[in-house]
């Protein structure tokens, strides 16, 4: 689902409870109908404001990974030198990581990831020609 319509899915319960309140509050007579369309404008304005803040939560290559499993063949980048052990980032998230063939990989190198031992990343670099420059 797109992160659009995610969003305006998970708006409709505050929506809905916001628009029972003002047609109580009309019904009531505590407000007019120029105050009550006034609410609903501003409340649907605050949903529009801040869908962009949330989009990135809300698209699908953000979820959740499933753990060092679901790292298998995703790149990444080195955020530190991984001689024996190092940190790389791979989908926004941190890892210990070591190079599969034991070699040493420089910082801000992309690897991608080919294994692991327990929860320490095994990678490899994926640009060669880059790494023999360094």
């Known amino acids: 689902m797109k992160p659009l319509a995610f969003y305006a899915l998970l708006q409709i319960p505050g929506l809905a409870l916001v628009l029972l309140v003002v047609l109580a509050l009309l019904r009531w007579g505590w407000i007019d109908t120029t105050a009550a369309a006034v609410v609903m404008v501003l409340w649907l304005a605050k949903d529009a404001v801040l869908y962009p803040f949330y989009r990135h939560a809300l698209a699908p290559e953000s979820a959740v990974s499933p ?9 990444g ?8 052990r190092g940190m790389v980032e ?13 070699s040493r990989i420089a910082p801000g190198l992309r690897v991608e990831v ?3 031992d327990g929860m320490v990343l095994q990678v490899r670099v994926v640009d ?3 790494a023999t420059h360094s």
Not at 67 to 75: A, H, L, N, W
Not at 77 to 84: A, K, L, P, S, Y
Not at 96 to 101: F, H, I, T, V
Request: with cysteine; charged share 25%.
């Open 77 to 84: 980048h080195c955020r530190t030198e991984v001689n024996g």
């Open 67 to 75: 753990g060092v499993e679901g790292q298998m063949g995703r790149i």
């Open 90 to 102: 791979v989908q926004g998230e941190r890892w210990l990581a070591r190079s599969a063939d034991g």
């Open 114 to 116: 080919v294994g692991h």
């Open 128 to 130: 060669q020609a880059k």
